[in-house]
């Protein structure tokens, strides 16, 4: 696969990391068409991966201070431009009143993904596959953009012109997303199929918000992913619904006409047929759910975020070139590493060669680090990103000559196997047992489910996860007394 793809270092010539917005707004007027805006990197890398869009800049915002929140103001919410996935799972607000919206968020990618990938990000790349798009439309969300001349407000249905189209202009950053919190009656859900458990593009998603009044219904919005080329609403199935009861008649006319509102398309994950039938029985069920207020049905709690939040106390001058972090607890200048990902620069420039490289484009794990405390995808990471913080690889896994538990317990159980997805392996499976002493078994197959095995040994590799997590919990049970 790596050598159908484009090398990382021709993708872009220049590097920008502003520190404040005033400044990113200033550089984002001069409109460039070959500059691109870089946050989590989860969309953006792997189409520079890809050779699609290229581009001569990276504009990366994650240093602007005061763009990363989720917050409950009054009866709504606001997101932050550079909230990721993990924050809305994260957010006791948005469990207790965006319910479908953590729904989706959990749905995306792998934790490792959801660590770095932000819901702006999602909207901005404007695939109707994107999972957070249809619970905001189904919320009614707004978005905020900044630019230079001004600040506007933009509703959900307004912002997507076509298939990966915005109205976002070129000058202009998408800073907040904001929309009312589910309360007074209101219930939303959010469904997806996928080929897989983790790591799926939808085949179909459906999100639903539904206003009672007593148990009729006073308002619905039903949202459909993957049934045009931008997210759309069910409109004939929620005239139909305002004044009924959610019987098992009223929810399959409701699926009747739901289906009549999409034109689904055939394509490599499912054939129109296909679609339309799956989309039938999620409005059906869901409908269901709804009336028997079990919304939150398989929700997992408290979730997987491989996030610590440790920070570098390591001070550091703004960006210029030369990257100053602190890896595996030394403090070190990379140079020459501008252009390259974080896994480049940790392999070429650092000589660390633990996290390996399987796919480059965010789907084996192979090359999970911490950064600041969270386990990323370092292929999908611009290098510059780690200027200023704290990376750990697998050679800094160890104290010293004493084996990480989970390290040891892999050895005692022979779950090394051929050795090339273990790195990734152990630097996910080590941050749950940081984050969660006692894990159940769904949260271990959580923590790995975005690491590969290509030799399909997961039943080892699980048992030394249990095996460790046995062994680390009495210490931290000993720590807390």
């Known amino acids: 696969m790596r050598a159908a793809l484009v090398n ?27 500059r691109r805006i870089v946050a989590g990197g989860t969309d953006i890398l ?27 103001e009054g009866d709504e919410i606001a997101i932050g431009g550079l909230a ?67 600040t506007r407000s933009v509703p ?32 939303g ?8 458990r983790a790591q799926a593009i939808s085949v179909i998603d459906v999100a639903f918000v539904v206003r009672f009044d007593g148990d009729v219904v006073r308002e619905a919005d039903i949202a459909l992913g993957c049934l045009a080329p931008t997210v759309v609403h069910a409109a004939s199935a929620q005239a139909y619904l305002r004044g009924k009861r959610l019987d098992a008649p009223v929810r399959e006319e409701a699926a009747r006409r739901a289906c009549e509102d999409a034109s689904p398309i055939d394509d490599l994950r499912g054939s129109a047929r296909y679609r339309a039938t799956t989309l039938a029985v999620f409005i059906a069920d869901g409908l269901q759910r709804i009336a028997e207020d079990r919304c939150a049905d398989g929700l997992q709690l408290p979730p997987v975020l491989l996030d610590t939040g440790e920070v570098s106390p390591a001070p550091h001058a703004p960006f210029a070139g030369t990257i100053e972090t602190v890896v595996n607890g030394q403090p070190m200048k990379i140079e020459g590493a501008e252009c390259k990902t974080l896994l480049e620069a940790l392999r070429e ?9 399987g796919c480059a484009e965010g ?17 999908l990471v611009p290098a510059p990103q780690a200027h200023g913080c704290a990376v750990t690889t697998i050679e800094g896994l160890a104290a010293g000559d004493r084996l990480h538990p989970l390290q040891q317990a892999y050895i005692d159980r ?30 271990h197959q959580t923590a790995i489910s975005g690491n590969i095995c290509r030799c399909t040994g997961y039943r080892k590799i699980l048992d030394a996860m249990i095996e460790a997590s046995e062994r680390i919990a009495p210490q931290a049970e000993t720590m807390r007394v």
């Open 156 to 187: 959900i249905d307004a912002f997507f012109e076509g298939f990966r189209k915005t109205v976002v202009r070129p000058d202009e950053l998408l800073t907040e997303i904001r929309f009312k919190k589910l309360q007074s009656g209101r219930r």
């Open 46 to 72: 792997v189409e520079l991966q890809r050779g699609g869009k290229p581009a001569d800049t990276l504009l990366d915002i994650t240093k602007i201070e005061g763009l990363r929140y989720v917050r409950v």
């Open 363 to 379: 789907e084996c794990g192979a090359c999970t680090v911490w950064l600041d405390g969270r386990a990323v995808m370092s292929c």
């Open 414 to 443: 022979g779950a090394v196997q051929c050795g090339f997805c273990i790195p990734g392996m152990l630097m996910a499976g080590a941050k749950l047992l940081a984050e969660h002493p006692h894990p159940t078994l769904l949260q």
């Open 84 to 150: 990721t996935h993990n924050d809305i799972l994260a957010s006791p607000g948005c469990v207790t009143y965006a319910l479908p919206l953590v729904q989706a968020c959990a749905e995306i990618g792998a934790p490792q993904i959801r660590a770095r990938g932000t819901v702006a990000g999602n909207l901005l790349t404007a695939s109707p596959a994107n999972d957070t798009i249809a619970p905001l439309v189904a919320l009614r969300a707004s978005v905020t953009l900044r630019s230079r001349s001004g």
């Open 349 to 357: 420039n650092a000589h660390l060669t633990g996290a390996k490289e």
């Open 189 to 196: 859900l959010f469904l997806k199929l996928g080929l897989r």
């Open 8 to 34: 990382f270092r021709d993708m872009w010539k220049q590097y920008l990391q502003p520190g404040t917005l005033a400044e990113a707004l200033g550089l984002l007027e001069e409109r460039d068409e070959r």
